[in-house]
């Protein structure tokens, strides 16, 4: 079949008799201050360009092994490599705000996952290409990670491979303990310019000057606030 990122046969699976995508679970923020959701946040990492469609994401319990959140996935990692999955929220219970839900690649119920001890698996076609197991798990509990389990954070830690993309198979090598979480590569807050268009006839133009430069008097873009581009 073709590994473009389609089920061609439309029997479910996507790009069947292809490797894997080159894609892996970076980064987990499961404990943030205060009341859970508007922090929290899952940070993939691969390939960028690489499909993510057939993807999803399966949140596990570790008191019983059972999924208790699916999260699908679709579109393609970004150019800088990091693909950032933060929580919606409902009317009651509130999701990622301000900087955090701008910078999210998918904004989806199901993100603020639980503190652990569990388990979150990278399911493609029905199999797991990459699990982290956290937390402390007892002799009944189910680890649905990869090697021994990644430690449990305490609040306002993140859980992350050091360095980024760095897979061992195991989990409590590969992940460490952040103390200031990273979201797509970087902390918060930073400077972030999020651009929206208010309707079909708004123009939007952005200058950085820096000391010592200068726009000309017919610079048009920097005149015209709606030139006439048709």
Not at 141 to 147: I, Q, Y
């Amino acid at each position: 079949g073709q590994c473009d990122g389609l089920d061609n046969d439309c029997d479910g699976d996507t790009d069947e008799g292809c490797p894997p995508p080159a894609v892996i679970i970076n980064e987990i923020y499961v404990n943030g201050p205060g009341r859970d959701g508007p922090n929290e946040f899952i940070e993939l990492y691969g390939v960028p360009g690489e499909t993510l469609n057939g993807l999803s994401l399966e949140a596990v319990n570790g008191s019983n092994g059972e999924v208790y959140a699916t999260l699908p996935l679709g579109g393609l990692v970004p150019f800088n490599g990091y693909y950032l999955i933060v929580e919606e929220g409902t009317e009651n219970s509130p999701g990622a705000q301000g900087t955090l839900r701008d910078i999210a690649n998918l904004v989806v119920r199901g993100a603020d996952l639980q503190n652990g001890p569990d388990s979150l698996r990278l399911m493609w076609n029905g199999q797991a290409i990459d699990a982290v197991a956290y937390g402390e798990f007892g002799a009944d509990d189910t680890a649905a990670g990869e090697g021994d389990p990644a430690p449990a954070p305490d609040q306002g830690q993140s859980l992350s491979r050091v360095p980024d993309g760095v897979d061992a198979g195991d989990n409590a090598t590969d992940f460490q303990v952040l103390a200031v979480p990273t979201p797509r590569g970087a902390p918060l807050p930073r400077i972030h310019l999020a651009l929206r268009w208010a309707g079909a006839e708004t123009d939007f133009d952005l200058h950085f000057l820096r000391e010592g430069t200068w726009q000309s008097e017919d610079d048009c873009h920097w005149n015209n606030r709606t030139p006439p581009w048709g």
